[in-house]
Structure formats: C-alpha cells, structure tokens
C-alpha cells in the first residue's frame, strides 16, 4: 500500500506503516526527527500540498493538519478579536483540500475542532487510553472509504488531584511545566497505540474493496 502521512515530521505513523512492509512517507515543511530507514529518504521536507497531485497514486492518506486555528479550546481567540477569522478559514480550507485528495481512503486527525461545525462531523472520536497509553486526549477522525479504529487495550486514565480539588490527566498536567513551544510539540504527536493500530487495521484491508461498514465521503 501507498501510505501518505501529512503533516508529520516525527514518524510515528509513516513507520509504523514502514515495520510492516508497506510504501510509507511522511510530509511537513520541518524535517523528520525519525531515523528509521533514513536512508531511503521517506521524508519530503515541502508543502504537502505538492504531494497531492492525481499522479502520486496514493491508496490512503493520514491528514494531521496543524489545529493552531481550528481546535475550540482556542475558538475565544477569534470572537474577542485577538486573531483575524481569516486564518480559521484557511485552517479549514487546507482540511477540506486534504479530505478531497486523490486518494482511495483517507483519514482527518484533529483534536475537537471547528472542522465539525464547519465541514462535517466525524467518523469517529478516539482517546490514547483505548490504545494502552493512560492519557486522556480526545481525537477526531474523518475517514473516507475507512472503517472506525477497534480499539486494542482499553486502560484506566491517569489523574492527579490539583490543590484545589479538581483533578487532572496526568500527562495534561506533566506537559504544563514545558516551555510552550515544547508542550505543544509534545501534546501534538500521534500516541504509538493510535499508530499501531492505524498501519495493522488499515493497511491490512483490501484496496479494491470498500467493506461493510465502511464510510464515504
């Protein structure tokens, strides 16, 4: 299988497809930070949006558009006027330029966002815990021509109580004492249960199939 994995310098989904033999590449303007099979270059370091074209082929992409402008936790930015709409109507034009790729199936990564109001709503919502991480993240998924993950080891969230009584996911809270260019680098990466199971469930199916169950855009 053709693997796109937009929007992902770190790895962890392209090779997580890689592991299991299939033609895995990752793009963002930043360079990858994974040097597994560095070698063969499975990287490109451009505008996704170069990748795109009718002529690459791909049997499915990963979409992780940036969520700066679309997540609701930073809709107060735009309606108190401290950010102009226009950048949350190019966010959600370049996700709707993602989900209208050349590709047989593809799948839209975001945290809760404008992307369900705006666009549509998704396919499925997924946490880190339902995949053996004990954080709490709540993750939307748009699919195309792609059944719903299953989840592979449901596990208790982590928490802590605050001083103040109200309690907090752990990695939410350990995350807070990192500079914020860093948290949110860390806070924004693929889980490595999540990408398990994206590169066994979804690269096991039948590319000239859509299956029962599986939805269209």
């Known amino acids: 299988m053709k693997v796109l994995i937009a ?29 597994y099979k560095k070698e063969e270059y ?6 996704v949006t170069d990748m795109l074209r009718e002529d690459q082929n791909w049997d499915l992409i990963i979409g992780h558009p940036p969520c700066t402008h ?4 930073g809709a107060r930015w735009f309606t108190e006027g401290r950010k102009p709409w226009s950048l949350q109507e190019e966010a959600l034009e370049f996700v709707q330029l993602l989900m209208d790729a050349p590709a047989k199936r593809i799948c839209i990564e975001n945290p809760v966002s ?4 705006k666009i549509r709503k998704p396919e499925q919502i997924i946490q880190p815990y339902h995949f053996g991480h004990t954080t709490m993240k709540t ?7 792609l059944p719903p993950l299953k989840h592979t080891e449901v596990v208790e969230p982590e928490m802590i109580t605050m001083k103040n009584g109200k ?3 752990k990695f939410h809270y350990d995350t807070f004492k990192l500079p914020k260019k860093e948290r949110s680098h860390v806070r924004s990466k693929t889980f490595l249960g999540i990408a398990k199971a994206m590169a066994s469930q979804w690269g096991s199916l039948d590319d000239g199939i859509v299956e029962k169950g599986e939805l269209e855009l």
Not at 114 to 117: E, F, H, L, P
């Open 167 to 169: 309690r907090m996911n």
């Open 7 to 35: 929007c992902e310098y770190s790895g962890t989904v392209r090779d997580e497809f890689l592991k299991l033999g299939h033609d895995a590449f990752s793009c963002d303007i930043l360079p990858c930070e994974s040097d």
């Open 139 to 145: 993750t939307c998924l748009w699919l195309k021509n």
């Open 114 to 117: 404008v992307i369900s109001t």
């Open 70 to 73: 679309l997540a609701v936790s």
């Open 42 to 47: 499975r990287h490109f370091p451009c505008d």
